[in-house]
Nanobody, 125 residues
Framework: QVQLVESGGGLGQAGGSLRLSCAAS????????MGWFRQAPGKEREFVAA????????YYADSVKGRFGISRDNAKNTIYLQMNSLKPEDTAAYYC??????????????????WGQGTQVTVSS
């Protein structure tokens, strides 16, 4: 089992920055691929960013490429999402997720086995 706890959400200004964190416990963290997803009211959960077990490979949705950065610290069992140049359309609940190392696409919700409770990000214009 893996437990994931997100933090760092809140209210941001358009053009501003926020940083989300996700702390993991349980199964060996360094063996897991990790991702961030988001879900706005009335919409499906969508992929935002992901990082492989070593941190050597990262993946981004086109909508956040160049603005968001994902990273991980395996010594702290934590991943981060640095969100810059925020836009009102970034408003959503953001979820951290974990998948086994070789278990499929980083981009698909169904690939991920473990999920956090989510943290709300609201961007005002």
């Amino acid at each position: 089992q893996v437990q994931l706890v997100e933090s760092g959400g809140g209210l941001g200004q358009a053009g501003g920055s926020l940083r989300l964190s996700c702390a993991a416990s349980g199964r060996t963290f360094s063996s897991l691929g990790m991702g961030w997803f988001r879900q706005a009211p009335g919409k499906e959960r969508e992929f935002v960013a992901a990082i492989n077990w070593s941190g050597g490979s990262t993946y981004y949705a086109d909508s956040v490429k160049g603005r968001f950065g994902i990273s991980r610290d395996n010594a702290k069992n934590t991943i981060y999402l640095q969100m810059n140049s925020l836009k009102p359309e970034d408003t959503a609940a953001y979820y951290c997720a974990a998948k086994r190392r070789y278990s499929g696409s980083y981009y698909e919700v169904a690939t991920y086995e473990y999920w956090g409770q989510g943290t709300q990000v609201t961007v005002s214009s």
